[in-house]
C-alpha cells in the first residue's frame, strides 16, 4: 500500500479493530504518540465506495492548481513551515506527533463528541467511517500524483515531528491526505451530532494543522484538503446507500453518547488549549 493511502485506510481499519495495539511499554496520549499502524490489505467488507462512474468527483479538476515555485502561494507557504519550525519541542509539536497516527482519531474526537466510538459501541458507524476513509484516499491520490508537490522540508531545511527520511519523502504533499480524510469524518460526525459540531470540527482543524507543525504539508496543501474533504462529503450526500447509512449511525452515535464513559474532562480542558491555530 503506497504511504499515502495509510492515514486513512490505518485509521480505519484501526477503528474496525483490524490494525495490531501498541506494545504495552509504548505510552499513549499527546506526550509521545505510538508508531502508526503498519499498512495492510483492506478488510474484505462489502463495497469498496459508495461512490461509482459519473458520481465519483474529479477532484484534479476541482481543486486549484498546486502552488509553482515563484508564485505567492508558494513564498507563503515557505514562510509559514519556517514559521512552525519554532513549535519544534513545544506541547503544540507533541499533539501534532499524535496525531500523525490516524489510528487514534476517533479517540482524539472523544473530547469534542463527549464519548469515544469504537466498534463495539458503534459498529454501523465504524463501517461507514471505514468505507469514507477508501472514498477519500482515492480523492486525494489523483491530484497528489498529477500536481506532484514537494513537501516542505524537501524545499527548505527544518525539522519535523517524524522521520523525514522515511517513505514519506517519496510521497506528495498537495492535497493533503489525513486532512481529507480528518475533515470529511469530521463533517460527516458533525452532521450525526450537531450539538456538538463546534467543537467535533474545532478538533478535525487542529488535526489538520497539526500536519503544518509536523512540517510534513504546507499550508496550501492543509487548506486543500479541507476542500477535497467538502466535495468529497457533498458528493456523498447523493448516495442513497451513504444517507441510509447516516441514519442508521445516527441512533447508534446518540445511544453510545448516552452510555458513556465521558472523558476525563480535566484532561479534556487541558487538551482544548492546545487547539489554537498556528497560524
Request: net charge neutral; hydrophobic share 40%; with cysteine.
Amino acid at each position: 500500500m503506497d504511504w499515502k493511502l495509510t492515514a486513512a485506510c490505518a485509521a480505519a481499519l484501526a477503528a474496525m479493530g483490524f490494525a495490531p495495539a501498541p506494545p504495552a511499554s509504548a505510552p499513549t496520549g499527546h506526550g509521545v504518540a505510538p508508531a502508526a499502524p503498519a499498512p495492510m490489505a483492506l478488510a474484505p467488507q462489502g463495497p469498496q465506495y459508495y461512490l461509482t462512474g459519473p458520481a465519483v468527483p474529479d477532484t484534479l479538476r476541482i481543486l486549484p492548481p498546486a502552488p509553482q515555485a515563484g508564485d505567492a502561494r508558494y513564498e507563503a507557504d515557505r514562510q509559514m513551515f519556517k514559521a512552525t519550525r519554532k513549535l519544534e519541542g513545544s506541547p503544540r509539536w507533541a499533539l501534532a506527533l499524535n496525531d500523525d497516527n490516524g489510528g487514534l482519531y476517533l479517540k482524539d474526537l472523544s473530547c469534542a463528541l463527549g464519548v469515544e466510538l469504537t466498534r463495539q459501541n458503534a459498529p454501523k458507524f465504524l463501517t461507514l467511517y471505514s468505507r469514507v476513509a477508501r472514498e477519500s484516499t482515492r480523492a486525494t491520490n489523483a491530484p497528489k500524483d498529477a500536481m506532484k508537490r514537494l513537501r516542505p522540508f524537501l524545499v527548505d531545511k527544518g525539522p519535523t515531528c517524524i522521520d523525514q527520511t522515511g517513505s514519506i519523502k517519496d510521497s506528495y504533499d498537495y492535497p493533503s491526505g489525513h486532512v481529507t480524510f480528518s475533515w470529511s469524518e469530521a463533517l460527516i460526525l458533525a452532521e450525526l451530532a450537531p450539538d456538538r459540531a463546534t467543537d467535533i470540527l474545532i478538533r478535525a482543524r487542529a488535526f489538520g494543522e497539526s500536519r503544518l507543525v509536523c512540517g510534513v504539508h504546507n499550508m496550501s496543501a492543509v487548506e486543500s484538503g479541507r476542500t477535497n474533504a467538502s466535495v468529497l462529503v457533498a458528493a456523498l450526500h447523493g448516495s442513497p446507500e451513504f444517507r441510509a447509512d447516516l441514519e442508521a449511525a445516527r441512533s447508534e452515535i446518540a445511544a453510545a453518547r448516552k452510555a458513556g464513559p465521558a472523558p476525563d474532562p480535566a484532561q479534556c480542558a487541558k487538551d482544548a488549549e492546545l487547539l489554537k491555530s498556528p497560524y
